[in-house]
Nanobody
């Protein structure tokens, strides 16, 4: 059974940093593209970042480019999202996702597995 478990969310002030982690089990982690998405109340789920299997390719939404960094440790079956200079508009539930064959990195339906989400709240 595949499980993706996010951790590291919380309540921070604008300008602070957080690091999200997503621990995967039940799958051959190194063969999956890993992505981070977020969903704020009343809004659709949106792409945040993704990383290719070997970590050689990373992708970011324009809104987080330069502030967020995605990384992965295939030995630990874990993907990370370092979030710096957080803004109130970054507040959302953050989900990690795993996809074997992802043609369009930012397209949620192309990912096979999803975590339960981790709440990030940013106060101004």
């Amino acid at each position: 059974q595949v499980q993706l478990e996010e951790s590291g969310g919380g309540l921070v002030q604008a300008g602070d940093s957080l690091r999200l982690s997503c621990a995967a089990s039940g799958l051959t982690f190194s063969t999956y593209i890993m992505g981070w998405f977020r969903q704020a109340p009343g809004k659709e789920r949106e792409f945040v970042s993704a990383i290719r299997r070997s970590g050689g390719g990373t992708y970011y939404a324009e809104s987080v480019q330069g502030r967020f960094t995605i990384s992965r440790d295939n030995a630990k079956n874990t993907v990370y999202l370092q979030m710096n200079s957080l803004k109130p508009e970054d507040a959302a539930v953050y989900y990690c996702a795993a996809g074997r064959r992802v043609a369009v990195i930012a397209n949620p339906p192309e990912y096979d597995y999803w975590g339960q989400g981790s709440q990030v709240t940013v106060s101004s």
